[in-house]
């Protein structure tokens, strides 16, 4: 089933966490509540540093849910499923969004109801998502370091991370942008990310891919942590 909205949190552990935390993902589904809520719910490692990396980051982990409503989240938060990942966490940060347009499937689906409207001047999210073929993985991965580094220098990125369910053959990358303006320099202007993706193409890195744009219904969590975004909300309400 197509969803037409879908959060991504983000959660912290302490480092004497870090191992539970790493356990729990790997036998999650012995956890999973027989009255989860609709909609597919995902647990996933992120990448060390700013999440665009190879190696795990065993502290920090994505829920991707694709929620209907605000009832629902509800239901599910109050999960044992999502409770024991909620809980030990020292920081969340959670991202309720709206799919504007974008193309692509996930595990072979394409997930996302688009709502067909353009971004506008308001902030919003990108979501790309890379299944790397094994005899690709090497170009893939050599490629990362250059996006990574522009990508920390670029203007009008509030805020990045990458996580995935595998560490070398998966990586979906989660950006904030304060406008279309600022996305579009980076990726496509001669950049360290138009080249990767042209040679992505060219060279058949990819047996999967996605990408797509969201617009931001509103940002929870420990936003005093992360001012760049707290600054965004009033543009993005």
């Given at each position: 089933?197509?969803?037409?909205?879908?959060?991504?949190?983000?959660?912290r552990y302490?480092?004497?966490?870090s191992?539970?935390?790493?356990?729990?993902?790997g036998?999650?589904?012995?956890?999973?509540?027989r009255d989860?809520?609709p909609?597919p719910t995902?647990?996933?490692g992120c990448g060390?540093?700013?999440?665009?990396?190879?190696v795990?980051?065993?502290?920090?982990?994505?829920?991707?849910?694709?929620i209907?409503?605000d009832?629902?989240?509800?239901?599910?938060?109050?999960?044992?499923?999502?409770?024991?990942?909620a809980?030990?966490?020292?920081e969340?940060?959670?991202?309720?969004l709206r799919?504007l347009s974008g193309?692509g499937?996930?595990?072979?689906?394409?997930?996302?109801?688009y709502?067909?409207r353009?971004?506008?001047?308001?902030?919003f999210?990108?979501?790309?998502?890379a299944?790397?073929t094994?005899?690709r993985?090497r170009?893939f991965?050599?490629s990362?370091?250059?996006?990574r580094?522009?990508?920390?220098?670029?203007?009008?990125?509030?805020y990045?991370?990458?996580f995935?369910?595998?560490?070398l053959?998966?990586?979906?990358?989660?950006?904030?942008?304060e406008?279309?303006?600022?996305?579009?320099?980076f990726a496509?202007h001669?950049?360290?990310h138009?080249?990767?993706?042209?040679?992505a193409?060219k060279?058949?890195?990819?047996?999967?891919?996605?990408?797509v744009?969201?617009?931001?219904?509103?940002?929870?969590?420990?936003?005093?942590?992360?001012p760049?975004?707290?600054?965004?909300l009033p543009?993005?309400a």
């Amino acid at each position: 089933m197509l969803t037409d909205r879908i959060i991504f949190s983000f959660f912290r552990y302490r480092a004497g966490y870090s191992l539970p935390a790493f356990v729990f993902m790997g036998f999650q589904g012995l956890f999973r509540d027989r009255d989860m809520p609709p909609g597919p719910t995902r647990l996933m490692g992120c990448g060390s540093g700013d999440g665009f990396s190879i190696v795990p980051d065993f502290r920090t982990y994505c829920v991707m849910s694709a929620i209907p409503d605000d009832d629902h989240l509800a239901h599910l938060r109050r999960t044992r499923w999502y409770r024991m990942i909620a809980r030990p966490s020292i920081e969340q940060l959670h991202f309720v969004l709206r799919p504007l347009s974008g193309h692509g499937t996930w595990d072979g689906e394409p997930l996302f109801d688009y709502q067909r409207r353009r971004v506008g001047d308001a902030p919003f999210v990108v979501l790309t998502h890379a299944r790397v073929t094994s005899a690709r993985a090497r170009a893939f991965w050599r490629s990362v370091p250059g996006i990574r580094e522009h990508l920390k220098h670029a203007e009008g990125c509030r805020y990045h991370i990458g996580f995935g369910e595998h560490p070398l053959l998966t990586l979906a990358t989660f950006s904030v942008w304060e406008d279309l303006d600022h996305m579009r320099a980076f990726a496509y202007h001669h950049s360290a990310h138009h080249n990767a993706s042209l040679a992505a193409r060219k060279e058949h890195w990819l047996s999967e891919s996605m990408f797509v744009r969201f617009g931001i219904e509103r940002i929870d969590g420990d936003l005093a942590n992360y001012p760049d975004l707290a600054g965004l909300l009033p543009a993005a309400a």
